[in-house]
């Protein structure tokens, strides 16, 4: 059974500061999501990462596939009041049936 | 582009009665998902089907819990009897799976149930 480690599982933190969210397998994925959730609405994709040691940025958030696709890593640089929800990663097996592995989530607060 | 379109948004009822919630999804799509979301155990995945045929099921909970297809445009979940343990947030999605994989699942916004 493949699984995802999502770590932390809760962060609070001022406005301004930077962050990083992990995620580990022991299992190869052939790539790698990304999704935040807001209250109320369901998870919306931020990023899909490909390849092995792939970095890919999106404004304040920067996203890595680890080398050997089994990990990722998002970092939030200068976090604002609205970044704040849930962050989880969803690894795509190599089976390709559609089916996502999903972490268990990170809930991100940002105080101002 | 109309997204994924879950129906009703919130279910309040009495243990023991029949909850059925409904799916609508993209247009185009040929893998449809569901999954209950509780703080205790995030995100699960329940069913899925590809092109309306169910593909994995090992993550109902239960004989109670039952999920159809009958064509590309619908689905429901249905509970019966419903227990209060099944109270949680009920998400539908829908994905559009190729050869080159990587799509992303597109999720309604969910069915928030409660079963007093």
């Known amino acids: 059974t493949q699984l995802l480690e999502q770590s932390p599982q809760f962060l609070s933190i001022q406005e301004g500061e930077n962050l990083t969210v992990y995620c580990n397998s022991s299992s190869v994925f052939s790539s790698l999501q990304w999704y935040r959730q807001e209250p109320g609405e369901g998870p919306v994709l931020l990023v899909t990462?490909?390849?092995?040691?792939e970095v890919k940025k999106l404004k304040r958030l920067t996203f890595q596939f680890g080398d050997a696709r089994k990990d990722s890593s998002l970092h939030i640089t200068a976090a604002q009041t609205g970044d704040t929800g849930l962050y989880l990663c969803a690894g795509v097996p190599s089976s390709n049936t559609g089916k996502l592995i999903f972490g268990q989530g990170t809930t991100l607060q940002v105080k101002p | 582009d109309a997204g994924v379109i879950q129906s009703p948004r919130h279910e309040v009822t009495e243990m023991g009665q029949e909850v059925t919630l409904r799916c609508k999804p993209i247009s185009g799509h040929n893998s449809l998902f569901w999954y209950r979301q509780t703080m205790m155990r995030g995100l699960e995945l329940l069913i899925y089907f590809n092109n309306n045929v169910p593909i994995d099921d090992s993550g109902m909970p239960e004989d109670r819990f039952s999920a159809k297809m009958p064509n590309a445009s619908f689905s429901t979940l249905k509970i019966q009897p419903s227990e209060p343990r099944d109270s949680a947030v009920y998400f539908c999605?829908?994905?559009?799976?190729?050869?080159?994989?990587?799509?992303?699942?597109?999720f309604g916004d969910g069915t928030r149930l409660s079963i007093l």
């Open positions: 990462v490909v390849t092995g040691g």
């Open positions: 999605a829908s994905s559009l799976i190729t050869i080159w994989g990587n799509q992303p699942q597109h």
